[in-house]
């Protein structure tokens, strides 16, 4: 007798809920319904599926299509109301409702400052409004930055400011990250810079106390492996972040390095780092008198030491989705069954998701997913694939198992975000997990040994031994020229179809059927095609980028696929502003850096043509008797060149005036007012972003 399957989806009840909620989160964002109208549609369709149970059997059996539908619309509805209710403006307390010209600001200092370039960061909350009656409570968080020299300011200090507040914006570059979005997901839209005399410290309120502790035991932790670890980033950096998650000590040519090997997850604390902690309490609480028999308090022991660390390392989306789903599995191992792992799996996404709908957007919760889910679909078929009768190389191979299995869900997703591919995944994942395993351990045994410097000290020796050979193999693969393949086009339709590839030739591998091997084949197809589509088009391109980079001048001229830069050459060697200015846009628009330094088309200083374009490119005095009548159609002005724009729009037409973001921002505002007044267009790429120009 044939035995029936039962579909994966009836296996995973989670999964049908977990599929309309994404999609009604995801709906309120990018096409927001009034709430009114939310609400209304929400009690129609409960009333709907609520009298459905009155009708009888017969209607009921012929409707019950229709009574799922109305489930899925229900939890669509609530997902958009749970949506529209994490949006901190829609709060009738968000200060920003508040605000006036001139308001003073009662802020608290929410997080330990932060040391950058060029000033002092943190977040804060806004507890009041000043008003002429007295102060109005509010609330909602806000980016401030102090002056370099102010070392005094504290977790939990209380300010006054009276500051012009702005809001918190892109840099506008293509393909750039979406810093405003990003900061909205944390519930941030403002930001104020602050200079001497602009602000009073007024008190100090102390933090919650599970706050308290947390921040203090995060300080005691850095202290320790700074104590007993060399004084190198490489090393304590990588310690600090590793452990729980502290990554201002990192290198960042380190990081370059483990993201181009393909291993940069030993450095973000993920669920690698929390199975680990996971088998170790195991280990300990079913060996300790007195506990190991009891499953109740093993359990609340594991899952408590579990919360502790996932708190202690910041609480990120990766971290949380660990805990929860180790909270499902440790309920599940000691007072049920075991369930169906995809359900587990939908059950802590759904949870999440219901606590901030906004973790669907962060990176680190889709990689971890998407590799727990390819671990737990592909790792036995592909271990399957090949048999080996030696027991070292079977587990070698186990373990190459279970990394190829997550990077064939996970790499088009990375594509997508990171534009590369690490070729030397599997052999430094191989190398590097057994010895971050293995680092994580010996980093728990210092802190332990804390009480005994001569012991302390040795641990932290060993430590720093094996992150250092840690840290060699993964920048001695990083040397290896085709360690990673970089420069990667990818865009929301090649991803999906890329899921499409792998979705159905895995499906049909796993259960033979024609229809996934034609389902693979067709999406193969599309892909290829949308790919040559856009590399004919790129092609043929002609493009013109003033990039948005603070205090620098930056362009980029894109010939078909090849590029040549003028502007600030700091921009090229700096890794940080290339990497996030000018590679974004170059992989958007699929644009080599074979031409770089070799005849650049237009520098400062210059005129001249870019196809259909005249440029003139200022960046000093003008000598009026120099210029002669000519047509430009984009004015460049940079270094806050002493340029009147009601003396030479005579002699050079209607251009588009373009300030670079080299300029000062009451230079802008002057040239912005001379616009005005002639008519002109203008462009402050400080302001409005880069600017871009087809020159065809």
Known sequence: MQVQQIPAWKKAP???LLLPFSFGILLQWYCPIPIVMVVCALLSFTIAGFLLQYLPLAIQYLLQSFRGLIIQLIIMLLAMLITWHADMRNNSSWYGHQLQAGSTLVLR???PPEQKLRSIK?????LAVMEEKGQK????????????????LQHGDLLLINAPLLQVKNSGNPG???YSRYAAFQGIFQQVFLKKGMYQKVGRQ??????????AARAAIVSSLQKYLPADKKISGLAEALLIGYKQDLDPELVRAYSNTGVVHIIAISGLHLGLIYMLLLWIFTRLPGIKKSKLGRAFLILGCLWLFALLTGASASVLRSAVMFTCIVIGKNFFRETS???SLAASAFVLLCYNPY???????QLSYLAVVGIVWLQRPIYRCWYCKHGWIRKIWEMAAVTIAAQIVSFPICIFYFHQFPNLFLLTNLLAVPLSTLILFAEILLLLLCWNPLLASLAGKGTALLIQLMNGIIETFDRVPFAVTDAIYASVITTFLLYMVIFSAATAMLQPSKKWMYCSFFSLCWFCALMGFVKVRTSRQQQLIVYNITRHSAVDFIRGNEVSFSGDSAVLRDPLLFQYNIKPARVLFMAHEKNIGNGNLLCPGSYGSFGSKKILWLDKPVDLTSIGEMPVDVLLISRNARVDLTTIIPRIGKPIVVPDASNSLWKIAYWKKQCEQLLLRCHAVSESGAFILDAK
């Open 14 to 16: 989670f999964l049908r």
């Open 109 to 111: 200092i929410s997080a």
């Open 122 to 126: 943190t977040e804060a909350d806004v």
């Open 137 to 152: 409570k509010v609330s909602g968080k806000l980016l401030v930055y102090f002056p370099l020299d102010e070392t005094s």
């Open 176 to 178: 750039a990250f979406d």
């Open 206 to 215: 102390q933090p919650g106390y599970l706050s308290a502790r947390i921040f």
């Open 341 to 343: 792992v995809y359900n």
């Open 359 to 365: 973790f669907l957007w962060d990176v680190g919760f």
